[in-house]
């Protein structure tokens, strides 16, 4: 899927597998079992989310690549994630994006 950007005079590619939904859900963020890290878990909340995963703010230091456990608070459905990549710190939280594994 290509878009036209006028703002650059050309064509751009969509590279999204899934929409992204803007949507803030409840969320507890807690370390992979067997995991070699100090375990922590945290709620906090999504801000967008798609078919593949989701951005979060966390307070916990976590690293590209790490995988961690994705916990809806309202279902109780629980999702291994992969850390995408690990954004920029604001008002003491880190936002990140997750891929699900599964």
């Given at each position: 899927m290509?878009?036209?950007?006028?703002?650059?005079?050309?064509s751009e590619?969509?590279?999204?597998?899934?929409?992204?939904v803007i949507l803030s859900l409840p969320v507890i963020i807690r370390t992979e079992e067997?995991?070699?890290?100090?375990p922590f878990e945290e709620e906090t909340?999504?801000?967008?989310?798609n078919l593949h995963g989701a951005l979060?703010?966390?307070a916990a230091k976590v690293s590209k690549?790490?995988?961690i456990r994705l916990k809806n608070r309202a279902t109780q459905?629980?999702?291994?994630?992969?850390?995408?990549?690990?954004?920029?710190?604001?008002?003491?939280?880190?936002?990140?994006?997750?891929e699900f594994l599964d």
């Open positions: 290509s878009s036209v950007n006028p703002s650059r005079g050309g590619i969509n590279h999204r597998r899934s929409q992204r067997g995991s070699k890290i100090i909340q999504t801000i967008v989310v979060i703010l966390l690549g790490q995988k459905e629980e999702k291994v994630c992969r850390v995408a990549n690990v954004g920029s710190a604001a008002e003491g939280k880190v936002q990140i994006g997750v």
